[in-house]
């Protein structure tokens, strides 16, 4: 299995434009998380979903964050506007839950080093 | 709410000594605990976690933690360290309630010198 896939890589972009980064889980997995990791602030839970579904978004930012995910293999995070502050390495991970109801390890992407001019 | 504390930004060992890596945890419930790893420009990589039974968990690499409740600890440890273990190491938690919801310490800076 190729992993979970993040895209882009890096993307540099004017505050006040809008950002989509993108994400694929391993296939079978049915959680998804988005987290974003700083210096100041270290690694947040932004969302998750489960079967497509959100079940958590409290740590989304605010409303200029949204995330979605159509289907079982593809999840977007959009920022619109972004700002100089949203500037961070946004990861996506995907879990197997497991029969006991918790989530197994999580699998992370290399990452989307977002940055904010 | 839950909470995870690592209170060392970075740790200092020789090659071959051992080393621990400190974590508390604050959960209402039984926690469920992890410790992952990364390493420059990676993601993180899962090491070891605990669920229930055995205090000692042994995971990748050769590193083990023990689950202390009394004191609410999940100390991450190794007997003998390897120049290639510097990395990036986080201890995580999640409880039953909200299983999936696993929550990440600051993460604490493994050097181990030659």
């Known amino acids: 299995d190729a992993g979970v896939i993040q895209s882009p890589r890096h993307e540099v972009t004017e505050m006040g434009q809008e950002v989509t980064l993108r994400c694929k889980p391993i296939s079978g997995h049915d959680y998804l998380f988005w987290y974003r990791q700083t210096m100041m602030r270290g690694l947040e839970l932004l969302i998750y979903?489960?079967?497509?579904?959100?079940?958590?978004d409290s740590g989304m930012p605010e409303d200029r964050f949204s995330a979605k995910m159509p289907n079982a293999s593809f999840s977007t995070l959009k920022i619109q506007p972004s700002e100089p502050r949203d500037s961070a390495v946004y990861f996506c991970?995907?879990?197997?839950?497991?029969?006991?109801?918790?989530?197994?390890?999580?699998?992370f992407g290399e990452g989307s080093r977002l940055t904010v001019l | 709410a839950q909470s995870v504390a690592q209170p060392e930004d970075q740790v200092n060992v020789a090659e071959g000594n051992p080393l621990t890596v400190k974590c508390t945890y604050s959960v209402s419930g039984n926690p469920y605990l992890f410790w992952y790893v990364q390493y420059p420009n990676r993601g993180l990589q899962f090491l070891l976690k605990y669920i229930t039974g055995d205090n000692l968990v042994k995971g990748s690499y050769g590193f083990e933690a023990e689950f202390n409740k009394s004191q609410t600890s999940f100390h991450l440890k190794k007997p003998s360290a390897l120049v290639s273990d510097s990395a990036l190491y986080f201890c995580?938690?999640?409880?039953?309630?909200?299983?999936?919801?696993?929550?990440f310490g600051s993460g604490t800076r493994l050097s181990i010198r030659p």
């Open positions: 995580a938690v999640s409880v039953y309630s909200s299983a999936s919801k696993i929550i």
């Open positions: 991970a995907s879990s197997l839950g497991t029969a006991g109801g918790e989530t197994g390890e999580l699998f």
């Open positions: 979903f489960n079967n497509n579904v959100p079940i958590d």
